[in-house]
């Protein structure tokens, strides 16, 4: 067994002093504490006791070159003595902000903030103050940052969350107002059916749907085929605004995220994690008349942090890396992520468990059930999860680090020895479990 003495007790200190001893509470989902780590380099993590791990969860997606990657360190590093903010435009701003038009679907200006979470609200504001509308609507499982106004039946139980067909919009944490839960409409994903219906509910009044275009936090799924595209269609007939929450997908499902994975351009679109491989940046990007609101119409939105000089060197330099050769780093994240899904799946028929691996081979799944792979949320959470819980752990005691759902991320780090390594540990962890 591995020991985590040293965790405990930095656990312990810091409870002390910092609430609930961690600064997000999404970081409460470790075992036997919330582990605490002296660096990263490449693939791994080394923590205070030790241990190494082969790192899955990569801060939750960002650290898409892995972590440290020298590229990005050193285009930061030779930022530092010029200045962090000035409260002012900077040449880093300008050429990022080219480059980012020039590459992603529909994305005609962008505006920079330093978390998904506020870039979400600004997507919800600039599609408001755009149609004149109020109501926003959403989908179960998908997450959209912990803000009143978005954090709203992104992990419901389902004994409130309403029918299938017609869900009830279920606050996520308390001390939420009632007031955002009238504006937010909810509805199935994955249905154009139950999203036709919920447009006819509430006719002229959804001034956008926002979806994750691959969803990943309620459990990694694609769209199915059409989906996308109709979704996109029935906002036209509506005169809705599509955001596509692309926090996750963008920089990750490849160069030009899901929405280039999928040929379907949203009107908003919302990016963060993986853009500046690590460090603090989120933009919302779209339809130049969209985006014109914050003049024409006086939209507010604001940010000290916003465009600073360390994450607009850090974004360039990501860029370089993954844009080098037409995009051949994702050639290699794809081939070596299928190889990883294809690998776990083969090892749950080796040992008679029902496992079925889904999503991206840069972020995916692997669920725990005898019946076919979910294609919504709750299907998702039908799940059994007791053996994900039990699979992550003795993946844990291998030195494979993922998060508690068995939800991997990949990184252009995770070479073809580090897949093979992991496929070893993940069969004793696969034994383990059956």
């Known amino acids: ?27 409460y989902a470790a075992t036997p504490v919330p582990l605490f780590f002296e660096r990263g380099e490449g693939a791994r993590l080394f923590d205070v006791d030790g241990n190494v791990h082969i790192d899955y969860v990569l801060g939750n997606g960002p650290a898409i ?6 590229p990005v360190i050193e285009a930061v590093a030779a930022t530092l003595a010029r200045g962090q903010v000035y409260a002012a435009q900077h040449p880093g701003e300008t050429a990022l902000a080219e480059r980012l038009c ?21 997507a919800f504001r600039l599609a408001r103050a755009f149609t004149g509308r109020t109501k926003i609507l959403k989908f179960e499982g998908h997450y959209h940052g912990w803000s009143d106004q978005a954090f709203i039946s992104a992990r419901p139980a389902l004994n409130e969350a309403g029918p299938a067909d017609c869900p009830v919009p279920v606050a996520g944490s308390p001390g939420m107002p009632q007031s955002v839960l009238d504006d937010t409409v909810v509805a199935g994903w994955n249905d154009l059916d139950l999203l036709a219906a919920a447009f006819e509910r509430h006719k002229g009044e959804i001034a956008a749907i926002i979806m994750e275009p691959v969803m990943v936090n309620g459990g990694p799924t694609p769209p199915k085929p059409g989906y996308l595209e109709g979704a996109r ?52 990007g779209g339809r130049r008349d969209v985006m014109d609101t914050l003049l024409d119409k006086g939209v507010m939105h604001g940010g000290t942090y916003n465009g600073n000089v360390q994450s607009m060197a850090a974004a360039l330099a ?9 995009g051949a780093v994702y050639r290699d994240l794809d081939a070596r992520g299928t190889r990883l899904m294809r690998g776990l799946a083969a090892l749950g028929a080796k040992h008679r468990v029902a496992v079925k691996v889904q999503g991206l081979p840069a972020i995916f799944q692997v669920y725990f059930t005898e019946g076919p792979a979910p294609t919504n949320y709750r299907e998702a959470v039908a799940c059994d999860r007791d053996k994900a819980l039990a699979f992550h752990r003795a993946l844990q005691e291998e ?13 252009t780090a995770h070479d073809d020895a580090i897949i093979d390594e992991t496929l070893a540990a993940a069969g004793r962890a696969m034994a383990a479990v059956a």
């Not at 067994?1 to 001893?21: D, N, P, Q, V």
């Open 399 to 411: 030195g494979i680090r993922t998060n508690q759902n068995a939800k991997w991320f990949l990184s």
């Open 65 to 70: 070159l892995g972590h440290a990657p020298k």
């Open 233 to 284: 269609a029935l906002c036209r007939e509506h005169g809705a605004l599509f955001i596509c929450d692309e926090v996750i997908t963008g920089f990750r499902a490849g160069l030009r995220g899901a929405q280039g994975l999928y040929g379907v351009t949203a009107d908003l679109t919302v990016y963060a994690k993986a853009v500046a491989a690590g460090f603090p940046l989120a933009l919302v």
């Open 102 to 122: 020039r590459l992603l679907p529909g994305v005609e200006v962008v505006r920079f903030a330093s978390s998904g979470t506020e870039a979400v609200l600004m």
């Open 318 to 326: 990501a860029l370089d890396v993954l844009e080098a050769d037409d």
């Open 1 to 27: 067994m591995r020991s985590y003495a040293k965790s405990i007790e930095y656990y312990e200190r810091t409870r002390k002093s910092l609430a609930g001893g961690v600064s997000s509470n999404v970081r």
